[in-house]
């Protein structure tokens, strides 16, 4: 038993007139980003949730999404070029422009939003935990519709599994297969990691925080979503990384799993080893608020 890829169309739609092709890759990113402005944009009207004094004004928070733009851009595309495929890029320089093609990290994406908020609250004097709070609240939302586009496109399917949930993607998937598990008249099933993700980190995580923000007073202390998103994602991350197929770029004779950092038989992939650091971060803030008065 196994599920048929679904017949989807690469393109959401086309502008008419000039019939420019809007894919489901960029119509996530236009959607996660325009979803989080004016959700962020409530959160700044609503100042109950934050003791009194939001972090800013909601006029402000469409400079902050020009700042995040650029972030999550430039930081996803150059985060992919540099932790996963230098080498080609190296040699295809003019390959690190076409970002519709696919290739943004998160992990990148994650620092240049990092760097875009630590810009913004010191150009406007507000306090840095609780803007990278409101942020970490919207965060999911681009996540899940991320994930998403990634089951679309497909791209960054699962390894090959003989689950009955097991999707079999098309072709330039099914002939990366061998015998491990799943196959089904030449073809292979494998799991729907993207899903996993789509679920873990956009649904689940979504939900832990605006449950904390809403019904536990969540925040009223500084650094407590950023430090439970960084926490949660990097838990979602590295266990998921257990059903992805192995980044090809780490895969070798001896190296079959694919690990950037191997021990013998164990190891651990790329995004198990960029996982680690924003769990550690994560645990520091979100103790410290915990341990904090509420502001």
């Keep these: 038993m196994a599920i048929s890829f ?22 996530a990113y236009i959607v996660g980003l ?3 402005w004016r959700i962020i944009v409530a959160l700044m009207r609503r100042p109950k949730l934050w003791g009194g004094s939001p972090p800013m004004a909601p006029e402000k928070v469409e400079d902050l999404l020009t700042a995040v733009v650029l972030g999550v851009v430039l930081g996803g595309r150059l985060g992919f070029v540099l932790f996963y495929e230098p080498g080609y890029y190296l040699t295809h320089p003019a390959e690190v422009l076409k970002v519709w093609e696919g290739g943004m990290s998160f992990h990148g994406g994650f620092l240049g939003v990092t760097l875009a908020c630590i810009w913004f609250a010191w150009r406007n004097k507000i306090g ?41 993607f098309p072709v330039e998937a099914a002939q990366m297969c ?17 899903l996993y993700e789509a679920g873990l980190e956009g649904i689940v995580l979504g939900s832990v925080l605006w449950g904390l923000a809403l019904f536990g007073r ?30 090809a770029e780490f895969q ?36 410290r608020a915990l341990k904090r008065a509420r502001a």
């Design 6 to 27: 679904p017949d989807i169309d690469p393109n959401a739609f086309v502008i008419p007139v000039i019939g420019l092709p809007i894919r489901w890759y960029a119509l």
């Design 128 to 168: 840095l935990l609780r803007l990278a709070d409101a942020v970490a609240m919207v965060a999911p939302i681009g996540l899940f519709l991320g994930r998403i586009a990634n089951f679309i496109k497909p791209e960054l399917w699962g390894r090959p599994t003989d689950e009955p949930w097991g999707v079999i």
């Design 178 to 194: 061998n015998d491990i598990a799943g196959q089904i008249d030449g073809f292979c099933a494998r799991h729907p990691s993207q």
């Design 218 to 247: 969540g925040l009223l202390r500084p650094g407590l979503a950023v430090g439970v998103f960084l926490t949660g994602y990097g838990c979602a991350r590295a266990f998921v990384e257990f059903f992805r197929q192995p980044d």
């Design 252 to 287: 070798g004779p001896g190296n079959p799993l694919g690990y950037a950092l191997q021990f013998g038989d164990y190891g651990l992939t790329m995004g198990q080893i960029l996982s680690l650091p924003m769990i550690a971060v994560g645990l520091f803030f979100a103790i």
């Design 34 to 36: 325009l979803a989080g």
